[in-house]
């Protein structure tokens, strides 16, 4: 664990995970209609939203996805075990309370990336890789900014920033960081705030692309995703 992110590798049974993987395939990499995969799930307590600290009772999870129709099921098992996870005795990361979170589906193929940013005003986001395979020269991995040594000798991981300004960033390069493989089953906790981008996928990944389910938590209404 660590105080801006944590991770999570064989977060779903294999089973799980395969299933994730058809319906990805189904439905986002085919040229269709890929709405279902936009979800927005709720934390409740009988028709009232709650949030993470709700202690009277384990609160519900509910598919509060404006207008649409029930997603795939293996995405309800997904939604089911992140709710599960990040609000546990034991969650591998520490966040501020939140009532909900949002889940889509993103591809990047060769060449693809995402620059450094922060993920402000949001408690937390997470990054899930759906694809079963992945090798290491075919890049595509995420890394997340440090500050500087600790008295270990260990980087410690960058705390929450305020905003992404460019001294925050051009920062990176001095204080290094650490770099997360988008190894197939891994989930990735991000603590909001923190700096990171996407190291863009290689040539060498040829056909083969990241795959990923990924969303922000947050403490009201219904934030647009993220592109991960």
């Given at each position: 664990?660590?105080?801006?992110?944590?991770?999570?590798?064989?977060?779903?049974?294999?089973?799980?995970?395969?299933?994730?993987?058809?319906?990805?395939?189904?439905?986002?990499?085919?040229?269709?209609?890929?709405?279902?995969?936009?979800?927005?799930?709720?934390?409740?307590?009988?028709?009232?939203?709650?949030?993470?600290?709700?202690?009277?009772?384990?609160?519900?999870?509910?598919?509060?996805?404006?207008?649409?129709?029930?997603?795939?099921?293996?995405?309800?098992?997904?939604?089911?075990?992140?709710?599960?996870?990040?609000?546990?005795?034991?969650?591998?990361?520490?966040?501020?309370?939140?009532?909900?979170?949002?889940?889509?589906?993103?591809?990047?193929?060769?060449?693809?990336?995402?620059?450094?940013?922060?993920?402000?005003?949001?408690?937390?986001?997470?990054?899930?890789?759906?694809?079963?395979?992945?090798?290491?020269?075919?890049?595509?991995?995420?890394?997340?900014?440090?500050?500087?040594?600790?008295?270990?000798?260990?980087?410690?991981?960058a705390p929450s920033r305020s905003d992404d300004s460019r001294s925050a960033i051009e920062a990176?390069?001095?204080?290094?960081?650490?770099?997360?493989?988008?190894?197939?089953?891994?989930?990735?906790?991000?603590?909001?705030?923190?700096?990171?981008?996407?190291?863009?996928?290689?040539?060498?990944?040829?056909?083969?692309?990241?795959?990923s389910v990924s969303g922000f938590f947050f403490d009201t209404g219904t934030p647009e995703s993220p592109a991960r």
């Amino acid at each position: 664990m660590n105080r801006a992110y944590a991770v999570v590798d064989r977060f779903l049974s294999h089973r799980e995970h395969l299933d994730l993987w058809d319906a990805f395939r189904q439905a986002v990499i085919p040229p269709a209609d890929t709405r279902e995969w936009n979800r927005t799930y709720q934390l409740m307590d009988g028709e009232d939203v709650v949030n993470s600290k709700f202690g009277v009772r384990k609160p519900a999870l509910r598919d509060g996805t404006p207008g649409a129709s029930p997603g795939p099921s293996a995405m309800r098992v997904f939604g089911e075990k992140l709710s599960a996870l990040v609000i546990g005795d034991r969650a591998p990361l520490s966040i501020a309370p939140w009532t909900g979170f949002s889940a889509s589906a993103w591809i990047y193929r060769a060449g693809a990336g995402l620059e450094w940013h922060a993920d402000t005003g949001r408690p937390a986001a997470y990054i899930y890789y759906v694809h079963p395979a992945w090798r290491a020269s075919w890049g595509g991995e995420l890394l997340v900014a440090a500050d500087a040594p600790s008295s270990s000798g260990v980087a410690d991981a960058a705390p929450s920033r305020s905003d992404d300004s460019r001294s925050a960033i051009e920062a990176v390069c001095t204080t290094g960081g650490a770099f997360i493989y988008p190894r197939p089953n891994r989930l990735v906790l991000l603590r909001g705030g923190t700096l990171h981008c996407v190291k863009k996928v290689e040539r060498a990944a040829g056909e083969a692309f990241r795959a990923s389910v990924s969303g922000f938590f947050f403490d009201t209404g219904t934030p647009e995703s993220p592109a991960r």
